[in-house]
């Protein structure tokens, strides 16, 4: 059982940044492909953002993938040393404004489907005024 507790969320004005950090519980995380996903007020969880597992677990490779809507903005990496994956958001907007979930997924090939994932934090809000 992998444990995530994501942290960072905050209050910020449009155009700022935040760097949200998800830290799982055991070593065995970098073996999982790792995502982000948001969920907005009255709107369905979406995707945001993907990282694979390193070489030679996946054969990705650590490649990342991103929503239309935050390409170009927002940045997730991972470092196994620390167990944790993080997703640097740029450029805020109001829009972005949401609970912001990562979870753990053996399969980077099919990271936008969220039955993939196997195990999810419990969420950090993430606010921005125009």
């Known amino acids: 059982q992998v444990q995530l507790v994501e942290s960072g969320g905050g209050l910020v004005q449009a155009g700022a940044s935040l760097r949200l950090s998800c830290a799982a519980s055991e070593s065995t995380f970098s073996k999982y492909a790792m995502g982000w996903f948001r969920q907005a007020p009255g709107k369905e969880r979406e995707f945001v953002a993907a990282v694979a597992a390193v070489a030679p677990i996946s054969w990705s490779g650590g490649r990342t993938d991103y929503a239309d809507s935050v390409k170009g903005r927002f940045t997730i990496s991972r470092d196994n040393a620390k167990n944790t994956v993080y997703l640097q958001m740029n450029s805020l907007k109001p829009e972005d404004t949401a609970v912001y979930y990562c979870?753990?997924?053996?399969?980077?090939?099919?990271?936008?489907?969220?039955?993939?994932?196997?195990?999810w934090g419990q969420g950090t809000q993430v606010t921005v005024s125009s």
């Open positions: 979870a753990a997924s053996l399969s980077y090939s099919r990271r936008y489907y969220q039955a993939e994932y196997v195990y």
